[in-house]
């Protein structure tokens, strides 16, 4: 039997997804299409039933793809769970009624149950199942009240009665409404007023500014802590006798002893430059990677279960139009900075393929990921502040004219913003913790063999002297135009793989100021890790994916010279 | 001074006693100021526009508050029915709305 989780987006139907279902999930896409809807499994009346989270959709005459999908899915399910926005009746009752006409057996589900009190308003349940033909229940899902009745009402499912011709629904619903809804004025509450304080025109940008700081700070701050005082200490207390033990039982040299253990720094094992698979492979993704990644995560999904991002993505609009986007492109943005391949993924959100190729083109040139920015930072501080400064501005700088350029030359429209904003909510902890430890462990899933393999192979390549070859054959490109050592080549053949692994490989090579700023820049700028590649490639479709490749090695070429001759103009 | 009764559209509430000097103000969306209030007299034409607004509660003959106009040049912020929405400003030109306090 397959159960129907339907309702406008934002009425929490991902909450209450959750705790009818248990630990098994599965997200896929429909058939053909880059919407994604979630299944999983749950017991009602000694049956197990599939519950299937459909995309939020406000009709069933599709303005969207996620509505178009939504559209379809509804034939293919047995009972329909309506889950209603309590707080917002009017509004979510259209597509009720067009729920209502496909003659399924329904139910609905008043969520929000909490706030109606707040904002004033009384629903008569029993009047509006007699209005509806089905049964209704009330629930809350952050606070899990009510939920049970859910399963209680599922067995009384029945189809409701079909009320309304097309074209005479919304007076049908005013006049549901009326009878069931009364409204009274109430004083704002607090999160009432910090929503009005969001969007002020002076208020609003200094929060932003104020978020956007403490998320900054928290990330860096917090992530180095976890680094220094907790993972590193770990890989030296826990991992570091074991590994020592192993390269001893080696003999401290040999083509295993170098694939696993790498190379001997001054006869101890250094973590960060000996390069094995088992001691740097596991080191950069674990103990360096891994703190500011979890900060990252923690932070974004804190911002996203209050309803911040609406509210950020409304003030940016205005200048990601100029550069061919609209506000909430900012979220694929944001996300990249975590990894790059969420931030690629989350590319589907954007309705045109303009906004989709500029928007992609941008993550994988100007969003260095979170691991790069890990290590770029441990390589340039010592350098002092200066050389992050001018890095992350020529990132930005480069991000707004890339992204002017590619607005003037590609052909087709940004579309309008149109976003509903959700009020201020506490988050529910135990969805953001599931959110953050789904989104850590598709990190180490699909980090962590990149890496193993990116050293392995680089490994290999230095040994049968492929990579003396190549970075002999690149060397015009890399002395000449970057002024670069040859050997950074081998650092800029690593990134195809690892961007992280790349920058470690920078450490050792003696670099001088100047060129760290160069490489590192080059690093983030020329091409997307291989992870996030084969994800673009995807998502994009062959055509645009060669063009965006063809922008990511000219832009390489002609930022690389023109910053290593105007820092060297500059005497650095 | 001309007393007016708004007519019951599309399923609201009709305003009573509602008292107006002079001709209403008729605007688009876009002009208006932060804490005024309209009521909204056309959508604009073309059936995903419209489809797309009706689904998010902007409909002939709804009430609007201002909430911010053009936040950093940007879109307009409006609350309508309790939920705030942002629209774009070049939706938002085309969007009449009948001012109910001119904050002129």
């Given at each position: 039997m397959k159960i129907q989780l339907m309702g406008n987006p934002n009425v929490g139907k991902s909450v209450i997804f959750s705790r009818l279902t248990g630990t098994h999930v599965v997200a896929s896409n429909y058939s053909g299409t880059?919407?994604?809807?979630?299944?999983?499994?749950?017991?009602?009346?000694?049956?197990?039933?599939?519950?299937?989270?459909?995309?939020?959709?406000?009709?069933?005459?599709p303005t969207n793809r996620a509505e178009e999908v939504a559209a379809k899915m509804v034939a293919e399910g047995d009972i329909i769970i309506n889950v209603i926005d309590a707080t917002n009746l009017e509004r979510n009752l259209m597509l009720t009624l067009q729920l209502l006409e496909t003659g399924k057996p329904m139910i609905a589900v008043l969520n929000m149950w909490d706030e109606v009190l707040e904002h004033g308003i009384t629903i008569d349940t029993g009047k509006l199942e007699e209005e509806l033909g089905i049964p209704v229940v009330t629930t809350c899902g952050i606070s899990g009240e009510g939920v049970s009745s859910i399963k209680e009402a599922l067995k009384n499912a029945r189809p409701g009665k079909p009320i309304a011709k097309k074209g005479d629904e919304w007076s049908v619903i005013g006049d549901i409404v009326e009878k069931v809804q009364k409204i009274e004025h109430?004083?704002?509450?607090?999160?009432?007023?910090?929503?009005?304080?969001?969007?002020h025109p002076f208020m609003g940008p200094a929060i932003a500014g104020i978020v956007l700081l403490f998320s900054f700070?928290?990330?860096?701050?917090?992530?180095?802590?976890?680094?220094?005082?907790?993972?590193?200490?770990?890989?030296?207390?826990?991992?570091?006798?074991?590994v020592t033990m192993l390269s001893n039982v080696m003999g401290g040299e040999g083509l295993l002893h170098n694939m696993l253990i790498g190379q001997l720094i001054d006869g101890a094992i250094d973590f960060e430059e000996s390069f094995g698979l088992l001691t740097t492979g596991l080191f950069i993704p674990l103990a360096v990677v891994m703190p500011f990644i979890f900060c990252f995560y923690f932070v974004l999904s804190l911002l996203?279960?209050?309803?911040?991002?609406?509210?950020?993505?409304?003030?940016?609009?205005?200048?990601?139009?100029?550069?061919?986007?609209?506000?909430?492109?900012?979220?694929?943005?944001?996300?990249?900075?975590?990894?790059?391949?969420?931030?690629?993924?989350?590319?589907?959100?954007?309705?045109?393929r303009k906004e989709k190729f500029i928007a992609l083109t941008l993550l994988s040139i100007c969003v260095p990921c979170m691991a790069q920015i890990a290590m770029v930072v441990?390589?340039?501080?010592?350098?002092?502040?200066?050389?992050?400064?001018?890095?992350?501005?020529?990132?930005?700088?480069?991000?707004?004219?890339?992204?002017?350029?590619?607005k003037a030359f590609i052909r087709g429209e940004t579309p309008e913003l149109l976003l509903d904003i959700p009020p201020y909510r506490v988050p529910y902890w135990k969805s953001m913790a599931k959110k953050i430890y789904m989104r850590m462990r598709g990190y180490i899933r699909e980090a962590m063999p990149y890496v193993l393999l990116g050293i392995l192979i680089i490994n290999i390549l230095y040994t049968i002297g492929v990579m003396d070859l190549l970075s002999r054959f690149f060397s015009p490109v890399i002395t000449g135009l970057f002024g670069l050592p040859g050997e950074a080549g081998g650092a800029l053949i690593a990134g195809f793989l690892r961007k992280d692994v790349a920058v470690g490989m920078l450490a050792p090579m003696g670099l001088g100021f100047r060129q760290l700023i160069v490489a590192s820049v080059l690093l983030m700028i020329y091409f997307p890790c291989a992870a996030t590649f084969v994800v673009l490639s995807?998502?994009?479709?062959a055509r645009d994916m060669l063009k965006s490749t063809a922008i990511m090695l000219i832009v390489t070429l002609v930022v690389g010279t023109l910053l290593n001759f105007i820092l060297t103009a500059a005497g650095l | 001074m001309v007393v007016q009764n708004l007519e019951k559209m599309s399923g609201r509430k009709p305003f009573k006693g509602f008292i107006f000097t002079g001709e209403k103000m008729h605007k688009a969306l876009s002009d208006m100021k932060r804490g005024e209030?309209?009521?909204?007299?056309?959508?604009?034409?073309?059936?995903?526009?419209?489809?797309?607004?009706?689904?998010?509660?902007?409909?002939?003959?709804?009430?609007?508050?201002?909430?911010?106009s053009q936040l950093m040049g940007g879109p307009i912020i409006i609350e309508i029915d309790g939920r705030h929405i942002a629209i774009g400003k070049g939706m938002a030109k085309r969007i009449t709305v009948s001012v109910i306090n001119s904050k002129e």
């Open positions: 880059t919407v994604e809807f979630k299944k999983g499994s749950l017991r009602t009346g000694g049956e197990k039933a599939e519950l299937v989270d459909v995309p939020g959709s406000y009709t069933l005459q109430r004083h704002p509450t607090i999160r009432q007023k910090l929503a009005h304080a969001s969007v700070f928290f990330v860096v701050y917090v992530g180095d802590w976890l680094h220094e005082e907790v993972l590193d200490k770990i890989f030296d207390i826990l991992w570091l006798p074991v996203e279960d209050i309803g911040y991002l609406p509210r950020l993505g409304t003030m940016v609009d205005n200048v990601m139009h100029k550069i061919g986007l609209h506000g909430f492109s900012i979220v694929p943005m944001l996300l990249g900075i975590g990894c790059n391949v969420p931030g690629a993924m989350a590319g589907r959100i954007l309705e045109t441990a390589l340039l501080a010592q350098a002092g502040v200066a050389g992050l400064a001018i890095v992350f501005s020529t990132l930005f700088l480069l991000s707004i004219i890339l992204g002017i350029v590619m995807k998502e994009l479709g | 209030r309209a009521t909204v007299k056309e959508c604009p034409a073309g059936y995903m526009l419209k489809g797309r607004l009706e689904s998010m509660g902007v409909r002939e003959g709804k009430t609007l508050e201002m909430i911010s």
